[in-house]
């Protein structure tokens, strides 16, 4: 499906090399202001140019096409739209009797019986994430818009959503960063990534047990990004090799005085920030010739993929994972 939540339903459409891309928006409030310009900085944390970056370059500029009047949400669906131009979708058609490793290629035309449109991925490129990003700016003001308790009085959260890359291809160390990514490029490989993202503001008590538990929903979202790897909270699978004496968060008169749980105790903020860390692989296109299955002459064969493909798209994801994360809050709350 290509919605989700219940509350805040977040819709994504269009392909990679198709004429446009989309989202539309449901359960947004009114009056809450918004403007195109609004979505500029985290369009521009996404966008390529940096060194390990694909060199397609789209001007993603957003329309807003329903849901707002006069600067202001109406609570209508709100619809946003943003324009493919720098496509060659001649790259690609070769994919549909060579899959290429590590996409989707494969299971996509075994699934829809080769009608899915396989340029750049179709509907399953990381394209996509651009119209999340532009939910992500949404929910972000809806978080921290100011409303109505249930009394009557106005209240106004202070949700702050950070996700920063810790490291490129295990290297944390961000001055050899640009080495590596060149160095890698040049042998015509790919790299992957560990993001940690940290929410704070949010208070306690958020989410449901047990199928909607915050790390449910979060990791839910979080995997539904192409090319994510693993998830884990707090202290995260370094727990399993911790004694209970070492992993547990004492309490203190303003709740836990340390974050092994990563701000989570039984499916519920605990009032700590929310920490999580999520693993990026490698990108799948590389320049290196590869072996796959020639399904046209029945044989195996070798693959040398062309087009347009960052050395490690981990470097564009962070502020993604922000949208992801500000979707599911929104969702919950």
């Known amino acids: 499906m290509n919605t989700f939540g219940e509350y805040f339903k977040v819709s994504i459409f269009g392909e990679s090399h198709g004429p446009a891309i989309g989202v539309v ?87 829809y019986k080769f009608s899915n449109d396989p340029r750049g991925g179709g509907h399953f490129s990381g394209r996509l ?8 700016v949404v929910a972000k003001k809806i978080l921290n818009a100011e409303y109505l308790d249930t009394e009557g009085n106005k209240e106004q959260l202070n949700v702050k959503i950070n996700a920063e890359l810790l490291e490129i291809g295990g290297e944390t160390d961000k001055s050899k960063w640009d080495a590596l990514l060149k160095k890698t490029a040049s042998q015509g490989d ?84 929310i920490v999580f860390r999520v693993a990026v692989k490698p990108t799948s296109s590389i320049a290196q010739p590869q072996k796959t299955w020639n399904f046209n002459k029945d044989k195996e064969d070798i693959l040398t993929i062309k087009g347009r493909h960052d050395v490690c798209f981990a470097l564009r994801t962070p502020v993604i994972v922000e949208a992801m994360t500000a979707i599911v809050l929104t969702d919950l709350l």
């Open 190 to 273: 790919s790299l992957g990534g560990i993001i940690e993202c940290r929410v704070t503001g949010l208070g306690v008590g958020i989410g449901m047990p047990f199928w909607d538990s915050v790390e449910s929903m979060i990791s839910h979202a979080i995997f539904a990004i192409p090319g994510i790897r693993g998830i884990e909270f707090g202290d995260g699978f370094a727990a399993s090799r911790m004694k209970g004496s070492e992993h547990n968060d004492p309490f203190g008169p303003d709740g836990p005085v340390k974050n092994g749980a990563g701000g989570i105790n039984g499916g519920l903020t605990n009032g700590a920030p």
């Open 129 to 136: 994430t651009l119209p999340i990003v532009a939910a992500g």
């Open 25 to 111: 928006l449901d359960g947004v409030p009114g009056n809450i202001p918004l403007s195109e310009e609004d979505f500029t900085v985290d369009i521009a944390r996404r966008a390529s140019g940096a060194v390990g970056t694909t060199p397609r370059h789209e001007a993603d500029k957003p329309k807003i096409l329903s849901g707002v009047l006069g600067g202001y949400t109406t609570g209508a669906p709100l619809t946003i739209i943003f324009w493919n131009s720098n496509v060659r979708g001649e790259d690609y058609i070769q994919f549909d009797a060579i899959p290429r490793p590590g996409h989707a290629d494969f299971v996509a035309n075994i699934k």
